[in-house]
């Protein structure tokens, strides 16, 4: 059995003697080892032209048209010559199989592109938002004793215990529209302590 030759020159075509391309991979799909030589012989410059073309790096190319001609070896008997020629299906093979790599290759630079942005950014100042809610919290508190004594409660039942105002009217043991207007009278007096516009 002859060897297949690396990627460059072809063999003579006179190998294949009377043989067309379709008879010969019927045989491919058979297993037939010296078929497969004839094919990758007669097959190997086209494909490794388009995986050049697509890629565009010598390296890869070969390593594309390599893949397609075992993808060939392991995929003969799908081919159907009512869809066109042995060479058509070799390039559409080939093409496809670049596509992908050129694909895969883009979607891995663009995962190191994010990833290196992403480390670049400015890492979350801990300190810095301790500081700013403890200033908020101080101004709440602050802001918490300007409300006359019904007010705040009203208001500290409601946020800090979660009481709805139906709850904080029986708490307080005062009428519904009495804490409802005690609320929002409050609320309006922190919006305006706290500088909140709205």
């Given amino acids: 059995m002859s060897r297949p030759l690396p990627f460059g020159r072809p063999r003579d075509a006179g190998d294949s003697g009377a043989r067309g391309l379709e008879e010969v991979m019927q045989q491919v799909a058979r297993g037939d080892k010296e078929a497969f030589s004839v094919l990758y012989d007669g097959v190997v410059n086209t494909v490794f032209g388009i995986t050049l073309k697509v890629v565009r790096d010598r390296a890869q190319a070969e390593e594309v ?3 397609v001609m075992i993808d060939l070896w392991r995929q003969a008997a799908r081919y159907r010559p009512e869809a066109g020629s042995v060479l058509t299906w070799v390039a559409t093979l080939a093409h496809r199989r670049a596509v992908d790599r050129v694909r895969s290759a883009q979607a891995a630079a663009d995962r190191d592109l994010n990833t290196a942005v992403r480390d670049q950014q400015r890492p979350f100042d801990e300190v810095a938002e301790q500081v700013e809610t403890r200033l ?7 802001c918490m004793h300007s409300l006359t004594e019904l007010q705040r409660q009203a208001v500290t039942l409601a946020y800090y215990q979660g009481l709805t105002y139906r709850e904080v009217a029986e708490t307080l ?3 519904l529209p009495t804490i409802k207007t005690r609320m929002r009278d ?3 007096r922190l919006r305006d302590c706290m500088g909140v516009t709205t």
């Fill in 65 to 67: 048209a390599q893949e």
């Fill in 136 to 142: 908020e919290s101080e101004q709440v508190r602050r």
């Fill in 173 to 175: 043991r005062a009428p």
């Fill in 186 to 188: 409050g609320l309006i």
